[in-house]
């Protein structure tokens, strides 16, 4: 979708009238201040299936992780 440019003062007026313009018609609005691209208004984009514990039961950690790297000794003091 185009693009619509639209000064902060307007942008801070019409904010309800332009969230809800966005949510039903995907618009997008760049949001100037004294003529200079500040800010975008635009939809969300979906997120790509991850969830919070999406990956429960697929990880784990040795019982070891956090023994002494013999390798490090000389770091280690």
């Known amino acids: 979708m185009k693009q619509k440019k639209i000064g902060a003062f307007d ?5 309800y009238e332009m969230l809800d313009l966005v949510h039903e018609t995907g618009a997008v609005y760049v949001i100037t201040k004294r003529g200079v691209p500040v800010a975008e208004l635009r939809p969300l984009t979906p997120s790509a299936g991850l969830h919070y514990g999406s ?14 790297i013999a390798d490090f000794a000389d770091y280690v003091k």
């Open 11 to 15: 942008a801070k007026t019409r904010l």
């Open 55 to 68: 990956d429960a039961g697929q990880i784990s950690v040795a019982d070891d992780f956090d023994a002494p």
